[in-house]
Structures are given as C-alpha cells and as structure tokens.
T-cell receptor
Framework: AQKVTQAQTEISVVEKEDVTLDCVYE???????LFWYKQPPSGELVFLIR??????QNEISGRYSWNFQKSTSSFNFTITASQVVDSAVYFC????????????FGKGITLSVRP | DTEVTQTPKHLVMGMTNKKSLKCEQH?????MYWYKQKAKKPPELMFV???????INESVPSRFSPECPNSSLLNLHLHALQPEDSALYLC??????????????FGPGTRLTVT
C-alpha cells in the first residue's frame, strides 16, 4: 500500500516570504514516481514536477525548488519570495510502476499569500 | 499544446435528468482519466481508459457511465444522480497508460451541482 502525507493543511504567509510545503510518502516499491501539482482557485491541476525514485538530485526552477530525500521518504517543495499568484492548493502525489498503477494524492496544502 | 479541455464548465441538473460531460485532448495521449473532487479534498480516481478501452473502474455507481469514442475524446454520461454527487469532475490524460512516470495533464473541470 502506498500513502502520501501532507501534514500541513493551511499555510498563510506574507508576500516575499519563503515557504516550504512538506510531503512524506510511504511505499514498499523500489521504483516509484513523485509529483507535485498546483490547483489554483480556477480548479485546474497544474503539473509542476516529477521525480523518480532513483534520482535524488534536487531541482530548482525559478522561485521553486524541490528537495527529495529517500532516507526520510520526503519530497518537499520550497517557494522562494512568494507572490500572491502562488496562492493555491498544492498536492503531492505518488505513483508506482505498472500499467494499472494510480496516482495517490496527499490531502493537499492550502497556501495563502497575502500582499 | 498541453491542453485538456472540458465542457461544460458548470452544470446544474436535477436528479431525474440525463446529461453528459465532455473531455478532449489533442496531445496524442492514450490514457485518459476521470476524477471526482469534493471541496477541500484531493481528486479521487473514477475511471481510466487505456488505448480507448476501460481499464480501471473504481467501483463507481452505474449512474456514471464513461465512454471513449476515440483517442481524443472522453465522455461521462450522468443519469439519476444524487445531491452527494455534486463535485468538481476533472478529466486528465497522459502519454501512455504503461508509463507510470508520465505526468497527467488535467482539464479545468466541470463543476456539477445536483438539485
């Protein structure tokens, strides 16, 4: 069985603050894939990043960075210098290999960035 | 073009009505998905189509009937729904059903209200 835990439910920051969204996962598989999605108020889930279990390199994309640590089963997401447009619900998700594997989502973190 | 379109954007229907939700993608993706999302919850998988064939049905009530007429189109036929079926219905697609690393691209959703 696989599980994704996003312990933070709601985070509120002031614009330009840095914020880290935590994601902890559980799986028995050695090969799996981790994802982050953003869901703004408009409703559409926007794909942000994918990471496979063999690639522990951290990644930076503009103001976004991700820290993947297999030793702690975590895949955390940091937004640097947050902006109001970053306000959204952020989901971490896990998928193992196999044709009928499914995305297992965490419960999501609601991020509010105040001007 | 990384777009998944869904129509209608909003739908209000009575419990005796029959309606359909439509989803379209032109990315050449061969896996298509229906998700249901209640407020403040993560998306829940309903159905998966792999190469236009239904591969996963997550024990969804028969009042929801999916259809995949071709590789670009996905429909969800609704009949005799209950008020608790009110939710955001999201369509998604990914390149190949057997490629678990493939990210899913989501449409903007149809916000359904059953009265």
């Amino acid at each position: 069985a696989q599980k994704v835990t996003q312990a933070q439910t709601e985070i509120s920051v002031v614009e330009k603050e840095d914020v880290t969204l935590d994601c902890v996962y559980e799986t028995r598989d050695t090969t799996y894939y981790l994802f982050w999605y953003k869901q703004p108020p408009s409703g559409e889930l926007v794909f942000l990043i994918r990471r496979n279990s063999f690639d522990e390199q951290n990644e930076i994309s503009g103001r976004y960075s991700w820290n993947f640590q297999k030793s702690t089963s975590s895949f955390n997401f940091t937004i640097t210098a947050s902006q109001v447009v970053d306000s959204a619900v952020y989901f971490c998700a896990l998928r193992h290999t196999g044709a009928n594997s499914k995305l297992t989502f965490g419960k999501g973190i609601t991020l509010s960035v105040r001007p | 073009d990384t777009e998944v379109t869904q129509t209608p954007k909003h739908l209000v229907m009575g419990m005796t009505n029959k309606k359909s939700l439509k989803c379209e993608q032109h990315m050449g993706h061969r896996a298509m998905y229906w998700y249901k999302q209640k407020a403040k919850k993560p998306p829940e998988l309903m159905f998966v189509y792999s190469y236009e064939k239904l591969s996963i049905n997550e024990s969804v009530p028969s009042r929801f009937s999916p259809e995949c007429p071709n590789s670009s189109l996905l429909n969800l036929h609704l009949h005799a729904l209950q008020p608790e079926d009110s939710a955001l219905y999201l369509c998604a697609s990914s390149l190949r059903p057997d490629r678990a690393w493939g990210e899913q691209y989501f449409g903007p959703g149809t916000r359904l209200t059953v009265t």
